[in-house]
């Protein structure tokens, strides 16, 4: 008898608590190095998909993560870093097979409470880690140093500003003593089995305070406002080798990606001469552009708001 998924739960106005795991033979980071891989995989494709991260927790046969996909697959986004992760970690390590176990685990966070407790159950988890209990705030591997100013987000992986939203106040040095207070609370009070307890209510309540983008664009329009924008001419111009090409197709492949939410393959479809094992890179190229060229950025904030 074959045994179906239940589908996974999406809405554009989700955020999750993601959790991954290796599988049960395996560590799933063997040393520091396969901890700031993951981190640099988060850094990259977090950035080029325009979702926000606001807690992470790195162990040693699992990660935690409260993820903002802003509207994006939550699938794709994970599929991308964890395979990525596989890819390195096999090469590294010499070995073959899977890394992780089954597909990565993720509940809907949708209503206040939820975001507070995991997010605090997420910055607790070094407590079973020897040399930690008690000063969890110190594991190298976890955002929790970072919300209370102890160590610098030098990959700006973490956004703050939205739960620095939840506790009302936009001051740095009230919001760490009052988020640490919080946490340090739950983590003394047994806050886990009442975290397990809020996660299997399915009540739903819209958070407000989020960019949410839709991904659904149609890519014939997006297409042609791309080109318009770059005074790029698709019959002729399209054939041509160029800069100017290069660039349009990146852009181009990168917006669809990110704000059409299509396949690599659907991509090749509607930008001729592109293959599917090139872009990927492509698409990377693409962001790079956005991320250099205020031009682009100036097109893609307008492209945002088109519905």
Known sequence: ??????????????????????????????????KEYYLSLLEKYIKKFNCKLYAYCLMSNHVHLQLDPAGFDI???MLCINTAYACYFNRKHKRYGHVFQDRFHSKVLDKESYIFAVSAYIHNNPCDIEGYSGREETYPYSSYGIYLGLKKDTRNLIDKSF???????????EFARRYMEFVTHQRDKGGIAEIAELLTNTDYQ???GRRII???????????MIANSLNFNITSDLITKSRKTNHYRAFT????????????????????????SGCANLC????ELLSSEPSYTAIFENLLTYN
């Open 253 to 276: 492949a990168y917006v669809l990606r990110v704000l059409c939410g299509l396949s690599y393959r659907e991509i090749c479809e509607k930008i001729c001469n592109i293959t599917i």
């Open 206 to 208: 819209y958070v407000s």
């Open 284 to 287: 990377m190229k693409g962001y």
């Open 75 to 77: 699938s794709k986004l």
């Open 1 to 34: 008898m074959v045994i179906s998924r239940r589908a996974r739960e999406k809405s554009p106005e989700y955020m999750y608590h993601i959790m991954c795991r290796s599988i049960p033979e395996l560590q799933l980071f063997k040393d520091d190095d396969d």
């Open 214 to 224: 839709l991904r659904d664009k149609p890519p014939a329009k997006i297409i042609n």
């Open 163 to 173: 739960m620095m939203g939840l506790f009302n106040t936009d001051n740095e040095k």
